[in-house]
C-alpha cells in the first residue's frame, strides 16, 4: 500500500464486528476512570470507537456511534439510577448516546473525506488525526452545555486525574487534554494502517507525541501564603429519600465540628446538604451557624436552601460570629431533573410520579463565585458545578486564592459518583493551580494540593474533620489564561477541516463504485 490513499476508503472491519467493538468500548472506556482508574484503557476504548468508524457511511456510523455511547453510558453513570431509578439514568444515558452518534457521523466522515482531498503522508498523519480529535471533543464540549446546561460527565480527559496526562491540564484545561488524547491515538492507528510506509517513519508521529505528552511538566504555581482550613463531613442521613430532617442535619455536622471548638483555624467548611432550611432567615440555623462561628473563633462557610422573590437557591453562606451573613453564593448550575424539572409541562406526562418527586424548583444563581475570608478570597462551587469549565475558570478570574468545593453524595451510595467527582476536583486543583478543599456530607472528602497531590483525607460515610494549612497561590495558569478559547479553538479546527475537506473531495471525486453498503469512491 502507497503513502496514498486509494479512491474506496473501505471499513476495517465489517458492520457487525464493528458493532461488537463498539459494544465492548464502552466498559473498557469506563475502566479508564474511577474506581478501577486504569488509565491506559480509556485509550484503548477511543481506539475502539475510531477504529470501529473507519470507512462507514452515515446510517451505519449512527449506529455503531450509538451503540458506543450507549455501552458506555450505561456503564458510567449506573450510579444515577440510586437517585430516581432506572428510567431518568436511561434518558440521560440514550441522550448522550445521541451525542455520541452524532460525533460518530463527523468522525466517519473525516475518514471518507479527508483521504480523499489530501491524501499525502501529511494528510493523514497530521491533518485527519487533528480533525478525529477536534470533532471529539466538540462532541464533549456540545453535550457538556446543552441542553439545561449540559451533562459534562465522561469527558475522556476526566479520566486522567492521575495519569501521564495529568501536568498538561495545567497548560490547556480539560478539552484540550481529550483532544490530545484522541489525537495519539488517531495518529496511532494511521500510523499501523500505513503499511506502505518505512516503519521509522511511521512510529515517529506516536512516538514523538506521546514522548512530548510523558515529559510535559507541572506549570509552576507560587504560593502566595497558607490558610488553616478545618473541613467537616458530618455524615448525616442527608439522602434525598432518607427522611431526616433539617435539624438532624444541623446536628451531625455540629456534632462533627464540636471536637474542634477551640482550634485555631482561618476558616471552618461545611457541605452541601448542611441543611435545607433558608441560612440566611431560619432562626435556628443561623443560631447554629452563629455558635459554631463563636466557639471556632473563625468565619463558617455552610449551605442551606434560601428563598428571595419566591424563588429557590442551592445557597452557600459565609458567617461571622457577631456579624453573621458576610455573603453568600448560589449554586449556578443546579442539577435539571435532580433539583429542578426544566419545562415541568412537557415532561411531566412521560412519567409524572418521578416528574412529581422534584417540588422545590432551584434558580440559577447570578452571584458571582468567591468570598473574602480575611482578606483571602476563596472560590465557591456546590457540587455539579464542579465539572463546569466556565464556573471555575471565573472563580481564579475573580480573585480566588483557593477554591471550596462542597458536595452532598449521600444519594449516590459507595458508587463511582464520589470517587470520580473527587478525580474531577484533583484535577481542577491541577488546572487552576489551586488547593481544592472538596468536601461531602458522607464522602469521599480530601484536600488536593495545587499539584494534585493529596493533603488529607476522609474516608466515606464516617463523620470526621480535616484540618490543614494549605497553600494559597495568585499564579494564573496557562489554562486559565486560555479558557475556553482552546475548546474552541481545537474543535473548530477540527469541524472546519472536514468541511473543507468534503467540499474539496467533492471537487475531486471520480465516479462513485460502491462495494456494498460501506464503500465510498
Excluded at 441522550?95 to 482531498?117: D, K, N, Q, T
Amino acid at each position: 500500500m502507497s503513502a496514498e490513499y486509494p479512491r474506496v476508503v473501505k471499513p476495517i472491519l465489517p458492520l457487525w464486528a464493528a458493532v461488537l467493538v463498539a459494544a465492548a468500548s464502552g466498559p473498557i472506556l469506563d475502566a479508564g476512570f474511577p474506581d478501577k482508574d486504569v488509565w491506559p484503557l480509556t485509550l484503548v476504548g477511543i481506539a475502539l470507537v475510531l477504529v470501529s468508524l473507519v470507512g462507514r457511511r452515515i446510517a451505519s456510523a449512527i449506529l455503531v456511534g450509538f451503540l458506543a455511547g450507549a455501552a458506555f453510558y450505561f456503564t458510567h453513570i449506573q450510579w444515577a439510577a440510586l437517585f430516581l431509578g432506572p428510567l431518568p439514568m436511561s434518558a440521560l444515558a440514550v441522550l448522550e448516546s445521541l451525542f455520541f452518534a452524532g460525533g460518530a457521523v463527523a468522525i466517519s466522515l473525516a475518514y471518507r473525506w479527508i483521504p480523499i482531498a489530501f491524501p499525502s503522508t501529511a494528510g493523514r498523519l497530521g491533518l485527519l488525526p487533528v480533525a478525529l480529535a477536534g470533532v471529539w471533543t466538540a462532541r464533549e464540549a456540545w453535550a457538556s452545555v446543552w441542553p439545561y446546561g449540559g451533562f459534562a460527565w465522561g469527558r475522556v480527559a476526566l479520566s486522567q486525574s492521575e495519569g501521564p496526562f495529568a501536568p498538561l491540564f495545567s497548560w490547556v484545561g480539560v478539552s484540550g487534554v481529550s483532544f490530545l488524547m484522541v489525537l495519539l491515538v488517531a495518529i496511532a492507528i494511521e500510523s499501523v494502517r500505513m503499511t506502505g510506509l518505512p516503519v521509522i517513519s511511521r512510529i515517529a508521529a506516536p512516538v514523538g507525541l506521546a514522548t512530548a505528552v510523558l515529559v510535559a511538566p507541572l506549570y509552576p504555581v507560587a504560593s502566595s501564603g497558607t490558610m488553616t482550613v478545618a473541613a467537616v463531613q458530618g455524615n448525616g442521613r442527608a439522602g434525598y429519600f432518607d427522611g431526616a430532617d433539617a435539624g438532624e442535619l444541623l446536628q451531625a455536622q455540629l456534632d462533627a465540628t464540636e471536637p474542634l471548638f477551640g482550634t485555631p483555624v482561618d476558616v471552618v467548611v461545611w457541605p452541601e446538604g448542611t441543611t435545607y432550611r433558608d441560612p440566611l432567615r431560619d432562626p435556628t440555623t443561623t443560631a447554629v451557624f452563629e455558635f459554631v462561628s463563636e466557639q471556632m473563633d473563625a468565619p463558617l462557610v455552610a449551605q442551606g436552601v434560601s428563598e428571595r422573590d419566591g424563588r429557590f437557591y442551592n445557597t452557600a453562606v459565609l458567617w461571622q460570629s457577631g456579624e453573621g451573613a458576610l455573603d453568600y453564593y448560589d449554586k449556578k448550575h443546579p442539577v435539571p431533573f435532580g433539583e429542578y424539572i426544566p419545562d415541568r409541562s412537557f415532561w411531566r406526562p412521560f412519567a409524572p410520579d418521578l416528574i412529581d418527586l422534584i417540588q422545590r424548583e432551584y434558580t440559577p444563581g447570578t452571584t458571582d463565585n468567591v468570598v473574602d475570608i480575611g482578606g483571602v478570597i476563596a472560590g465557591i462551587n456546590i457540587c455539579f458545578d464542579i465539572v463546569d469549565d466556565q464556573i471555575l475558570t471565573e472563580s481564579v478570574e475573580q480573585g480566588a486564592e483557593i477554591i471550596f468545593a462542597s458536595s452532598n453524595n449521600a444519594d449516590f451510595g459507595r458508587t463511582d459518583e464520589s470517587v470520580q467527582q473527587l478525580a474531577t476536583a484533583r484535577i481542577r486543583a491541577i488546572e487552576l493551580g489551586r488547593t481544592v478543599v472538596n468536601i461531602s456530607t458522607v464522602g469521599i472528602s480530601a484536600m488536593i494540593a495545587p499539584d494534585g497531590s493529596t493533603i488529607s483525607r476522609l474516608p466515606w460515610f464516617e463523620p470526621g474533620s480535616m484540618v490543614e494549612e494549605v497553600p494559597l497561590s495568585t499564579t494564573t495558569t496557562p489554562a486559565v489564561l486560555l479558557g475556553r478559547q482552546v475548546e474552541w479553538f481545537v474543535a473548530g479546527l477540527g469541524l472546519g477541516a472536514i468541511v473543507v475537506a468534503g467540499l474539496s473531495a467533492r471537487a475531486t471525486r471520480t465516479p462513485r463504485r460502491r462495494e456494498g453498503d460501506e464503500a465510498l469512491t
